[in-house]
């Protein structure tokens, strides 16, 4: 190997090592093991979306067809635990880089077959605060878990879940914040009727929001989450 190829090799080893993604999930007690019912994984699975306006901030996937990936069936008012790692080893020492502080955001759409536009909802969200630090923190402390409940009254059927940690080491410079998304497909069971209003993502996020254009340290108790508000029942 020629030494610029090394130094290559290097620098991106040196780049991508800090970064993350969602490895697995667990339902009612049962881990579905790595990628199952994830949408596709990017060739280098972990790197991140920096611009705003890309469709890949929607999923950061290789395949928005829904039948790419199994759909998983899930509880209305259950609880579900996200699993985030650096890689397929899943060790739970290694979720990512410290210096990574940031956010944790989930969303869920109706499903739709691909190139029909999806409308987001959030149901869970959690920035900055002065006992746990940033999200991220208390993710790496955790093991990479991080547990969420599906809205109780969610109407039965199909739904993608996006789920999201924006880095912020980067924000103070606009674009510098890194998003890794990844969506995750489930089958709602329930009695519910609701199907909240949605966003587009892209397109509801600017570079320039408080919560990504952001300089860590000053007044992290006041950051401001992106995103529309949590739906009421979450």
Same mark, same amino acid.
Request: glycine share 10%; charged share 20%; hydrophobic share 35%.
């Given at each position: 190997m020629h030494f610029k190829s090394i130094v290559s090799h290097l620098v991106l080893a040196g780049l991508v090592s800090g970064h993350t993604i969602v490895t697995n999930i667990i339902?009612?007690?049962? /881990?579905?093991?790595?990628?199952k019912c994830i949408r596709p994984y990017w060739e280098h699975p972990n790197y991140p979306v920096t611009d705003v306006t890309s469709s890949d901030l929607a999923?950061?996937?290789s395949s928005m067809d829904p039948t790419a990936t199994d759909t998983c069936p899930v509880k209305a008012g259950s609880v579900m635990t996200i699993e985030w790692h650096r890689n397929k080893s899943m060790n739970p =020492? =290694?979720?990512?880089?410290?210096?990574?502080?940031g956010s944790c955001l989930v969303y869920?759409?109706?499903?739709?077959?691909e190139g029909?536009?999806?409308e987001w909802f959030k149901i869970y969200e959690e920035g900055y605060n002065t006992d746990t630090k940033w999200c991220t923190d208390r993710l790496i402390s955790n093991g990479g878990l991080l547990d969420v409940v599906i809205p109780g009254n969610l109407k039965a059927g199909d739904y993608v879940m996006r789920a999201e940690i924006i880095a912020l080491h980067g924000a103070r410079r606009v674009g510098g914040a890194q998003f890794f998304p990844n969506c995750i497909q489930l089958k709602v069971e329930g009695d519910g009727d609701a199907v909240p209003d949605g966003v587009?993502?892209?397109g509801y996020y600017k570079e320039d929001d408080p919560g990504i254009h952001y300089t860590?340290?000053? /007044? =992290?108790? /006041?950051?401001?989450?992106p995103g529309p508000a949590v739906v009421e029942g979450c």
């Amino acid at each position: 190997m020629h030494f610029k190829s090394i130094v290559s090799h290097l620098v991106l080893a040196g780049l991508v090592s800090g970064h993350t993604i969602v490895t697995n999930i667990i339902i009612d007690d049962k /881990n579905y093991g790595y990628g199952k019912c994830i949408r596709p994984y990017w060739e280098h699975p972990n790197y991140p979306v920096t611009d705003v306006t890309s469709s890949d901030l929607a999923c950061r996937t290789s395949s928005m067809d829904p039948t790419a990936t199994d759909t998983c069936p899930v509880k209305a008012g259950s609880v579900m635990t996200i699993e985030w790692h650096r890689n397929k080893s899943m060790n739970p =020492d =290694d979720v990512i880089s410290a210096s990574h502080t940031g956010s944790c955001l989930v969303y869920m759409a109706p499903m739709l077959p691909e190139g029909q536009t999806l409308e987001w909802f959030k149901i869970y969200e959690e920035g900055y605060n002065t006992d746990t630090k940033w999200c991220t923190d208390r993710l790496i402390s955790n093991g990479g878990l991080l547990d969420v409940v599906i809205p109780g009254n969610l109407k039965a059927g199909d739904y993608v879940m996006r789920a999201e940690i924006i880095a912020l080491h980067g924000a103070r410079r606009v674009g510098g914040a890194q998003f890794f998304p990844n969506c995750i497909q489930l089958k709602v069971e329930g009695d519910g009727d609701a199907v909240p209003d949605g966003v587009e993502i892209p397109g509801y996020y600017k570079e320039d929001d408080p919560g990504i254009h952001y300089t860590k340290g000053k /007044n =992290d108790e /006041n950051y401001e989450i992106p995103g529309p508000a949590v739906v009421e029942g979450c």
